[in-house]
């Protein structure tokens, strides 16, 4: 193959996962301050069959599209300017987000600022599990509910990808975790760090868990009302972050009259951060879960393993040695 293409995973057209075509296309070029990093493996996330079907970040993309946010890779060459990265070094990251960062290939340019190096003690398969989960998780539990020691906080579907992270670092912030999931993930949430599981399954959370400070729901009001129902664990004064489906009129209205907080999120690039969650994973504090991988060209294999739901922890596809 020539060194000006690579191989990657394009749609040409929003639909169901037939649309996601193996094919040869330009390998990009960095940019004055971008790298170009060599893929080892891209994570998969909701997001991105949610923009496959023409929902997520659709709205934001052009076509032909390749989708995916989440690498871990080998840089292979600089642009003017980068003095924090040289050719050799191994980085991981979820570039350009919301924006397309073309994950789902064997190459991908980015500023060099919103990477960081990959955790020494990962793989890149594992490494690439990380990046737009931890990421949310981090920038939930740190910056927008500052979670502290005494704490409550529950987490909705706490056995996903955003989930099985937000338990490790509420936890490690000192928090109190109550997460919701299916009994088979019991054992394993308690193993990371939740003090009480809820099984959906058969109890409704919010006649479970009562007086919550944070509540970080995965879910959303798309499905059995999450987010309303979140609303009566909470404290007066608690915090609901709502991530799928943001923030309704009605949402807002409720905890208004209820005299709580409700906040929309949606994670960006931050390379500093995902340094600090590298030293947490190094250090043995925080694990990271892969369920299956798939090969890249089985991207559409991936994306029905997880529209197919109940999956714990992340997929990953294999790109390169």
């Known amino acids: 193959m020539s060194e000006r293409v690579m191989r990657a995973v394009i749609l040409k057209e929003f639909g169901g996962q037939e649309v996601l075509t ?17 893929v080892h493996a891209a ?3 909701p997001v991105d069959w949610k923009t496959r079907q023409g929902q997520g970040m659709a709205g934001l ?12 890779g080998v840089v292979e060459e600089v642009g003017f300017g980068v003095t924090t990265l040289k050719p050799g070094d191994e980085v991981y990251g979820m570039p350009w987000f919301p924006r397309a960062a073309n994950g789902y290939a064997e190459y991908v340019t980015a500023p060099a600022r919103q990477w960081a190096r990959k955790p020494a003690s990962l793989d890149h398969v594992h490494a690439a599990a990380v990046p737009l989960a931890a990421l949310t998780a981090w920038q939930i539990v740190v910056d927008t509910a500052d979670v502290r020691t005494g704490q409550s906080v529950l987490i909705t579907a706490a056995a ?6 937000a338990v490790q670092f509420a936890r490690h912030r000192g928090a109190h975790v109550i997460a919701t999931a299916s009994a088979a993930r019991h054992a394993w949430l308690k193993e990371l ?7 959906y399954t058969t109890t409704r959370f919010e006649e479970a868990a009562a007086d919550v ?3 970080i729901d995965l879910v959303g009001d798309g499905r059995d009302q999450t987010s309303t129902r979140s609303l009566k664990t909470l404290r007066r004064g ?16 409720a905890a208004e009259t209820a005299g709580m907080r409700v906040v929309p999120f949606l994670v960006e690039p931050d390379g500093p951060a995902l340094t600090a969650i590298a030293s947490l994973i190094d250090d043995g504090e925080v694990t990271v879960e892969v369920e299956e991988t798939f090969p890249l060209e089985q991207a559409a294999a991936a994306h029905a393993r997880g529209e197919a739901g109940r999956t ?3 997929l990953v596809l294999t790109v390169g040695d």
């Open 213 to 215: 400070d944070v509540v």
């Open 22 to 38: 193996a094919a040869e296309v330009e390998r990009p070029e960095p940019l004055p301050t971008e790298v170009l990093v060599r």
């Open 160 to 165: 996903g990808g955003v989930g099985h992270f």
């Open 61 to 72: 993309q052009s076509l032909p599209l390749i989708v995916g946010w989440d690498v871990s």
């Open 43 to 45: 994570g998969v996330n």
């Open 193 to 199: 760090g939740a003090e009480e599981t809820i099984d």
């Open 312 to 314: 714990r922890g992340k």
């Open 238 to 253: 608690g915090l609901l972050v709502a991530v799928p489906g943001g923030v309704s009129p009605e949402l807002a209205a």
